[in-house]
């Protein structure tokens, strides 16, 4: 697409292109206003297929009808308070920049690193869920969470470094706690699933695991994370025993 060299070139694959762009965009507004106005007639315009519906889109699109979707996907599932449709729209986002990677150098360069960094924005996110009351934002939070992170490692190529094991310590820590603070079992599983398989990769992937002030690190956190699941459990005890 980025490639037109004449007339018929541009016929043959630009035109198209933005054509079924266009197609797109108009259908996203069409929808938007549609769900607009069975919100003014007092309709119920939740729809659990939405976001799935929108994420085709982000799939078809080369861009820009992409980010015009994942954000009125979040902004509908706000509204609406349905975690599927928001979390699927979160996303969409890191779909559609990695699709306009395909025609721009530049974004695809600084896609790696911002999805590492919207991972971290979406631990940080589930972190103060229990603190606003907003509990049942949890477990998409951590979904997101983990899939950005870990796309987000893998692309910039910190998966065999120590920051790997740092950052994925890191989130086994908050979903543990997450899940003592909130009672949820599925939480505190996930957290100790994921400790171990840190633990396991990190010999695997990381080369630099066994120096020594990296061991020391490493051993430091998960003693930190150790003792503070400990003195929660302990706390919680009582609400612990009951799920």
């Known amino acids: 697409f980025n490639e037109i060299e004449d007339k018929d070139t541009f016929l043959q694959w630009g035109f198209p292109w933005i054509l079924i762009e266009f197609l797109l965009i108009m259908t996203i507004i069409c929808d938007f206003w549609i769900v607009n106005k069975r919100r003014d007639r007092v309709i119920n315009s939740s729809r659990s297929n939405r976001g799935v519906r929108n994420l085709g889109i982000v799939i078809l699109s080369f861009g820009p009808a992409g980010i015009l979707a994942a954000i009125i ?29 395909a025609w721009s150098d530049d974004i695809l360069k600084i896609a790696p690193n911002l999805t590492l960094i919207l991972g971290l924005v979406l631990l940080a996110t589930l972190s103060m869920t229990s603190k606003f009351k907003k509990e049942r934002w949890s477990m998409v939070l951590a979904i997101d969470s983990h899939i950005f992170i870990i796309i987000g490692l893998m692309t910039t190529g910190l998966f065999n470094e120590i920051y790997f094991t740092v950052i994925m310590i890191l989130v086994s820590t908050t979903i543990w706690i997450v899940g003592i603070i909130q ?27 066994l120096d020594q002030i990296n061991i020391l690190i490493c051993l430091t956190m998960v003693a930190i994370e150790l003792g503070v699941i400990g003195w929660l459990g302990i706390s919680n005890q009582k609400e612990l025993l009951k799920d």
């Open 73 to 101: 996907t979040i902004r509908q599932g706000l509204f609406s308070k349905q975690t599927t449709t928001t979390g699927i729209g979160i996303l969409s986002i890191i779909l559609a920049i990695y699709a306009f990677g």
């Open 183 to 209: 009672v949820r079992k599925i939480l505190r599983i996930w957290g100790l699933i994921d400790l171990i398989l840190v633990i396991l990769f990190s010999l695997i992937l990381v080369t630099e695991i």
